[in-house]
Nanobody
Framework: QAQLVESGGGSVQAGGSLRLSCAASGLTDSDYFMGWFRQAPGKEREGVAAIGPSGTTIYRSSVRGRFTISKDTAMNTLYLQMNSLKPEDTAMYYC???????????????WGQGTQVTVSS
């Protein structure tokens, strides 16, 4: 059974940085596509960044240049380095995985429980 566990969320002031981690287990195929999503209260879940097995990445325009998605295949861990954080980045952040490339669409098969990021002005 695939399991994704996020960590690294917290409260920071605007301009600060956080690094989110997503530990993956039970993914029997190493060729997984993975992504980070977020959902703020009262808003729909939105894609933030995604990465393919070969390292291809895609970013939401509002985070491009500030966020970096990466993965450590040996450790089965996905990361999201978030710099220059803004209050509008405040949300619950989720990681997701699938064998299909969904990009920033919320159609991934496996999801974590989320980690809260709060950015104060």
């Amino acid at each position: 059974q695939a399991q994704l566990v996020e960590s690294g969320g917290g409260s920071v002031q605007a301009g600060g940085s956080l690094r989110l981690s997503c530990a993956a287990s039970g993914l029997t195929d190493s060729d997984y596509f993975m992504g980070w999503f977020r959902q703020a209260p009262g808003k729909e879940r939105e894609g933030v960044a995604a990465i393919g097995p070969s390292g291809t990445t895609i970013y939401r325009s509002s985070v491009r240049g500030r966020f970096t998605i990466s993965k450590d295949t040996a450790m089965n861990t996905l990361y999201l380095q978030m710099n220059s954080l803004k209050p509008e980045d405040t949300a619950m952040y989720y990681c997701a995985a699938d064998v299909i490339w969904w990009g920033l669409q919320s159609r991934y098969n496996y999801w974590g429980q989320g980690t809260q990021v709060t950015v104060s002005s």
